[in-house]
């Protein structure tokens, strides 16, 4: 169940969205197979921490965040993911390992892979493994206001093209 919080925020700001209920999944690509949707459509919120603030990063569920490219977008010294321990306090109401992309309604930043700009409709969880919310993309970036950037390793045709990106010692999602 969509935790009435974000319902009402959504509401409040006047966001149409959609709930698909769903059998139950934990990662994002289990949500990508209970609902068989292509992977680029579901986003999914990785929480980090950047000299100790913690962020919201979504990026494709396909996709591996890139902890090198959010310390330098970021501008920070060290970037690393948060442990569950670290964020779960910012975002009451809401199962772990769920936690919804709203920065402004828990009180975090957020930054959004350019890749899902793309997107006319964004689909990811929203505090629920039962339950996923779809919205167009600029609903999501209107109410939101997210920092676009590139936050993701290159797929394997890209680094095949382009080149290995340089290893980080940091750890990947």
């Known amino acids: 169940m969509i935790p009435t919080a974000i ?3 959504l509401r409040r700001h006047r966001v149409p969205f959609e709930r698909y209920a769903h059998d139950r999944a934990v990662t994002a690509m289990e949500l990508v197979g209970v609902l068989n949707v292509p992977g680029w459509r579901v986003a999914k919120s990785v929480i980090v921490l950047a000299n100790r603030q913690p962020w919201i990063v979504v990026v494709p569920a396909l996709a591996s965040l890139d902890l090198r ?3 330098d977008t970021l ?3 060290t970037a690393r993911l948060a442990a569950e321990s670290e964020f779960i ?3 009451p109401g809401c199962e772990p390992g ?3 992309p709203f920065g402004e309604l828990y009180g975090l930043p957020v930054a959004l892979d350019e ?3 793309i997107n006319e409709r964004l689909l990811f969880r929203a505090g629920s493994h039962e339950e996923a919310l779809e919205m167009r993309f600029q609903d999501f970036a209107r109410l939101e206001w997210p920092l676009v950037a590139s936050f993701i390793q290159p797929t394997a045709v890209e680094k ?3 080149g290995a990106p340089i290893e980080d010692s940091g750890a990947s999602a």
């Open 7 to 9: 319902q009402n925020y």
């Open 69 to 71: 490219l959010v310390r």
């Open 75 to 77: 501008d920070v010294r």
């Open 89 to 91: 306090d910012h975002f």
């Open 98 to 100: 769920a936690e919804p």
């Open 115 to 117: 890749s899902l700009s």
């Open 160 to 162: 095949a093209t382009y």
